[in-house]
């Protein structure tokens, strides 16, 4: 069974760092390109990063350039995302996703269930 | 970026065939996909690439459209099928839409 669960998320104040962690399991990780996309409370959908299967190329929202890091372990099955310079309109739930399974398949075919990311005073 | 515009929200009974729509700003060619996501839920993957069903999706569920106009029909719908339902697009960045809010009556 293909599982994705993120953790590390909570409350930060502006300006702070905060980093991502979701552990994969149930397939193989390495064959897979992955991404985070975030949700503002009650609002839609949004594309953060992307990290290719080897690592080797990465992606970002305009947004979060320079500020967010993806990166993966493939010996751990993990995928992270480094954030810093945190803003408030980086509060929003943060889901690991997993790209489709041919190559430049750009959606997703399977979700973790979330970790909030509140970043306030 | 590519604009994808759904309509807020529709209301149709058990058994009923209803097709949700989404407009996009340019051509995304067949690159459009769709989620559903139940309250307080992960979206699940119920269309890639326009018209493709995601393996272990109900055949109630299909998708047609290209260029910039899509729609996802669910026929019939059921009583389970109360969600949000968002398209995203992959041919000019990544975008998704705002999200049709679907009840059952």
């Known amino acids: 069974e293909v599982q994705l669960v993120e953790s590390g998320g909570g409350l930060v104040q502006p300006g702070r760092s905060m980093k991502l962690s979701c552990a994969a399991s149930?397939?193989?990780?390495?064959?897979?390109?992955m991404a985070w996309v975030c949700q503002a409370p009650k609002k839609g959908l949004e594309w953060v990063a992307t990290?290719?299967?080897?690592?080797?190329?990465?992606y970002y929202r305009d947004s979060v350039k320079g500020r967010f890091t993806i990166s993966r372990d493939n010996a751990k099955s993990t995928l992270y995302l480094q954030m810093d310079s945190l803003r408030s309109e980086d509060t929003a739930t943060y889901y690991c996703?997993?790209?489709?399974?041919?190559?430049?398949?750009?959606?997703?075919?399977?979700w973790g269930p979330g970790t909030m990311v509140t970043v306030s005073s | 970026d590519t604009v994808l515009t759904q309509s807020p929200a529709l209301a149709v009974s058990p058994g009923e065939r209803v097709t949700i729509s989404c407009r996009a700003s340019?051509?995304?060619?067949?690159?459009m996909h769709w989620y559903q996501q139940k309250p307080g839920q992960q979206p699940k993957l119920l269309i890639y690439g326009a018209s493709n069903l995601e393996s272990g999706v109900p055949a109630r569920f299909s998708g047609s459209g290209s260029g910039t106009d899509f729609t996802l029909t669910i026929d019939p719908v059921e009583a389970d099928d109360t969600a949000t339902y968002f398209c995203q697009q992959s041919w000019n960045d990544l975008t998704f839409g705002s999200g049709t809010k679907l009840e059952i009556k």
């Open positions: 340019e051509s995304v060619s067949t690159g």
């Open positions: 990290i290719s299967y080897d690592g080797s190329s990465t």
């Open positions: 149930g397939f193989t990780f390495n064959n897979y390109d």
């Open positions: 996703a997993r790209h489709g399974p041919l190559t430049g398949s750009w959606y997703f075919d399977f």
